[in-house]
């Protein structure tokens, strides 16, 4: 266990160099700046390629920190050398689309419906050298 709090649980698979983060309950954009920054300093230095980012069951708009996540928080995972982000939308419709607003465009973050899919993507990215 890396982190673990009411709202976000991190975990890492070493052999697989994946962090697993599992978002859960109502949120706000206090609490998912708060936990956001928290995720960062908790991963900071641990060696991980991948992250598959749960947020299936959570409920709750942020629109209006989308840009930061897009640009602030992902710009400081990617500096931290995690490099490939598969995220599991939120089965909540309102939230959902708070979540699209927030994916950075570039190719190393993906979205997904399905877990299943998600899991494949990660599985087949790869730093080439």
Known sequence: MVYSSRYLVIKHDAKSETLYFKWRGFLN?????HEGENALEAIDGINASKIYNDSSSVSGT??????WIA????DEVFSQRHFFFAWL?????????????????????????NGREAMAWLDNCSISG
């Open 29 to 33: 954009s206090e609490i998912i700046q």
């Open 62 to 67: 942020f629109d209006d920190i989308s840009k």
């Open 71 to 74: 640009t602030t928080w992902f």
């Open 89 to 113: 939308l939120p089965q909540d419709y309102e939230t959902k689309l708070s979540a699209e607003n927030s994916l950075p465009k570039n190719s190393f973050v993906k979205a997904f419906t």
